[in-house]
């Protein structure tokens, strides 16, 4: 079968292909996403469409380098009434992030693609919607005293697998897609492609 490669060192998209018993490598994809949004503007995409050009410039980034192998690359905006926010730089804009979030709903949008010699084989954009319940100022001081920096390393300053989950009081949308891996339409692309067991 053709070599898989997962274009991320992300953890959790690793660890989401290692419990769904998936054989593959990963690569860092080295873009330059901010670049990347920045050429994309004048067409003035959705954050979905953003989502998805950065997975096909990082799947499209690692395929250079990995010739024949087929390079999985995933990427997430979070987008809030038109604003599409980043990850947070330190810990005072994830308070920011939060304070902004609270009492109001969300979306997550999660591109994924497909890469093999430069050619683009598949694309999909799948979208979360989370609701969060209303954060007092000294509940998000609190909380982020607890979790740490860790906050830093996702688009929405918090992990839903961990203790994120109690800002929220409505999720509408796949967990997986949540943790920046939409695994179900990808297994099945994968079936189709031949590229693991049907």
């Known amino acids: 079968m053709t ?3 997962l274009a991320s060192q992300s953890p959790f998209r690793r660890m989401l292909m290692e419990n769904a018993g998936l054989a593959f490598e990963t690569r860092a994809a080295e873009i ?3 670049a990347v949004e920045a050429a994309l503007a004048v067409r003035n995409p959705t954050p979905p469409q953003v989502a998805e050009a950065l997975a096909i410039e990082k799947a499209q980034d690692v395929a250079r380098r990995c010739p024949g192998s087929l390079v999985i690359g995933s990427d997430q905006t979070l987008s809030l009434d038109g604003r599409v926010f980043h990850k947070p730089a330190d810990m005072a804009e994830a308070k920011s992030h939060l304070t902004a979030m609270s009492r109001r709903t969300h979306a997550l949008n999660c591109g994924i693609a497909l890469v093999r010699n430069g ?3 598949w694309s999909h954009v799948s979208i979360a919607h ?3 319940r209303p954060l007092s ?5 609190r909380h982020l005293a607890r979790v740490g920096e860790r906050v830093l390393a996702s688009v929405g300053a918090y992990q839903l697998e961990g203790e994120g989950v109690q800002l929220f009081e409505r999720i509408d949308g796949d967990y997986f897609t949540i943790l ?3 695994l ?3 297994l099945a692309k994968l079936r189709e492609l031949g590229a693991i067991d049907a």
């Open 3 to 5: 070599p898989l490669i």
């Open 32 to 34: 330059d996403e901010r």
């Open 119 to 121: 050619q683009t084989l």
């Open 130 to 132: 989370l609701t969060m």
């Open 137 to 141: 100022a000294s509940f998000i001081d």
């Open 180 to 182: 920046g891996l939409p």
């Open 184 to 186: 179900l339409p990808l």
